[in-house]
């Protein structure tokens, strides 16, 4: 059996916390490595919150996850016992970088609202989700979760979810999100990725991006402009120069109403080819990003509050957008 160098690690939104019961990534019925436990798991979605350090250092690639864990805001217990994608899984950590290092080196497990379940593989550079499961609602005993508590369960859930602060002032304000909010976040559209940079003088170094399902790929490959299954765009770092000088341009894209304008462009066909267009103008303080397909007479434009966007010329800030306001103004769930 073919071992790999990985971590483990769990994960859970920062406004919808988690604590898990157990959880266990498994390779054989009797053999597994475990998800780390947190108190509670919350963070950016995708990002890796807790870390055991194992005197192994390589293991097999697990073919199932055997997990049971309670959502704070729910106040429920999820269940899971569902096979992994080991092939895919196991091409992914044989890829190497330039230098021959292996591109993944972490398997993170997420868990969402109504007993959403993701999985990812992740490194430095890059980040893929492999898997997006659902759970079944399931019970467990207080004394067995938390022996050694005297609270019951409702009790329990809002003495943990006080004490997340943020989330408990936004589930006081908000309530619980939408049933599909992360089945929004993990949906796919076929585009690629094409800066245009006006001033013929300019050379495009590179585009960092970061995905709504957790992904990211910070690699500054080209793999950005060929078409390709995507979630939608949260945050893109688009490299440039001109001349001596250069340029890192940061854009943020609002949630909803990118949300709503790829459901306009898409309607009910997501493998449509679109070629999502960052237009800088030759002022690098003017942009706009284009939808652009071939059923389309000309472009569609993302309205100026759709995004965000900073601009950094060798390392001193050039341009904010009017609408700039981060962090408060960012992706937050």
Not at 49 to 72: A, N, Q, R
Not at 101 to 112: E, L, T
Not at 205 to 234: H, I
Not at 285 to 309: A, R, S, T, Y
């Amino acid at each position: 059996m073919t071992k790999y160098p990985y971590f483990v690690s769990g994960n859970a939104p920062v406004l919808y916390p988690t604590e898990t019961f157990f959880g266990n990534l498994m390779w054989s019925e009797d053999d597994g490595i475990s998800v780390p436990y947190s108190y509670p798991f919350a963070a950016k979605w995708g990002e890796s919150v807790s870390m055991h350090i194992y005197d192994e250092k390589e293991f097999p690639i697990p073919t199932f996850l055997d997990m049971i864990w309670f959502s704070i805001v729910e106040n429920q217990f999820y269940s899971i016992e569902e096979k992994l994608p080991a092939e895919k899984m196991e091409e992914l950590f044989q890829q190497k970088d330039e230098k021959g290092n292996p591109i993944y080196d972490y398997i993170i497990v997420g868990m969402a609202p109504f007993g959403n379940v993701a999985v990812w593989l992740a490194g430095h550079q890059k980040q893929t989700e492999v898997a997006w499961l659902k759970a079944v609602k399931t019970d467990v005993e207080m004394e067995d979760f938390c022996p050694s508590t005297n609270l019951n369960r409702e009790e329990y859930a809002e003495a943990v979810f006080k004490n997340a602060k943020e989330a408990y002032e936004y589930f006081q304000a908000n309530g619980l999100p939408n049933r599909m909010l992360y089945e929004n976040y993990m949906a796919r559209f076929n585009y690629k990725i094409h800066p245009v940079l006006e001033d013929e003088t300019a050379e495009l170094q590179g585009v960092d991006v970061w995905y709504y399902n957790g992904e990211f790929d910070t690699c500054l490959t080209d793999e950005y402009s060929d078409y390709a299954m995507r979630a939608k765009p949260r945050k893109m770092i688009v490299h440039y120069k001109v001349g001596k000088a250069k340029y890192n341009a940061y854009i943020w894209f609002d949630d909803v109403k990118t949300r709503v304008a790829f459901s306009d462009f898409y309607g009910e066909d997501s493998a449509k080819e679109m070629n999502l267009v960052i237009d800088i103008r030759k002022s690098n303080k003017e942009f706009h990003i284009l939808m652009n397909g071939d059923d389309l007479e000309k472009p569609k434009e993302l309205p100026q509050e759709n995004v965000e966007i900073l601009v950094f010329k060798n390392k001193f800030e050039s341009y904010r957008s009017d609408n700039y306001d981060r962090p408060s103004g960012g992706w937050r769930k």
